[in-house]
């Protein structure tokens, strides 16, 4: 095991260290927090499958008399976890595959992912890359990055780089000032993007320091993680408002979730919240991926096909997030949402307004 210095980073702003030492950072201090039994129990199991880990401003948000409360469903690991279920997979969407050299995934052209950390500030229970957050758990060093940097020097396609992991923003400011400066030599790079639950769970983390290490020549585009309107505080508004001043452009994906946000009120809530109260803009809604121990918090594809309809609806474009599926075996994301097209006869396509009612568009093309 390597020790974690990822979140002790010197830092004059230290409210945010306040919240991580206050937090849950491993196994035994789930023993402080008011459990079930069962979850206790699960929790000793669980933990060696996927790290245990929140923050304490996260666990503030729980409603601990409330057994299926939406943040608890989260990051409290539960019996249920322990159930493996035939078909669910250790890499769902084959990052492994593509991976050319190590650190590195370039699955699209135009972008590669880049994994700087197997780090985070919360281990969410339903993570798609929990198998490799266990069994690597490795965290950044300058070295570690130096086959990647020279990959993304040769391949003069790529556009976007996408800092994630693990959780970039668990990182010190100086080493993400590091990572961005390396980024902006490569003339072909044109956006630095972050994926990140830090602005959610450990928004204090969110200081003008770490803002001003990923200023420089390129667009910043952030990418957060809110799955549940409860998750929206001051503290998550003040985050985003700095990131905003800052010139970033924010964006949010949400993963669909049994039990915590699959109902289409919550999802109409935390959309509205995101855009009216956060500026962040939602992006994705992600159909469950194949992650072990995860069928309890999976839908099916009708279920979120249904919701996505309704939320189309009931919201403005603006607010509507695109519902996708990230194939297996490296397919890609691609959009599950309800067909409008009932049919197809010569130039007339027969679809299927936001009414409900087919109307038939005929193509005219010169
Ligand atoms: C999700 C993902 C991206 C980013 O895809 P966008 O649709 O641009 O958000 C890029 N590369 C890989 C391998 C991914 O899984
Ligand atoms: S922060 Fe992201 S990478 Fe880390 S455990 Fe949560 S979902 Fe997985």
Known sequence: MTTDTNLKAANADTAWQDDVRAGVRHVRDLASLPLSPAERSAAQEGATRHKVRAPKAYLDLIDWNDPADPIRAQVIPSPDELVETEGELDDPIADHHFSPVPRLTHRHADRVLLFPTYQCAVYCRFCFRKESLTSIGRGYTREALEEAFAYI?????????????????????????????????????RLLRIHTRVPVVLPSRITPGLVGALQGRLMVTVVTHFNHAREITPATELACRTMRQAGFVLLNQSVLLKGVNDTVEVLEELCRELMYRLGVKPYY???????????????TIAEGQALAGALRARLSGICNPVYVLDLPEGGGKVPLGPCHIEGQDGRDWRIRGQDGEVRVYREVVG
């Open 153 to 189: 020097d040769a391949h003069t396609e790529i556009r976007e780089v996408i800092l994630t992991g693990g959780d970039p923003l668990s990182l010190p400011d100086k080493a993400l000032a590091e990572i961005r400066a390396r980024i902006e030599t490569i003339a072909h790079v």
């Open 285 to 299: 809604l992600h159909h469950g991926d194949l992650a072990r121990g995860m069928a309890h918090r999976r839908t």
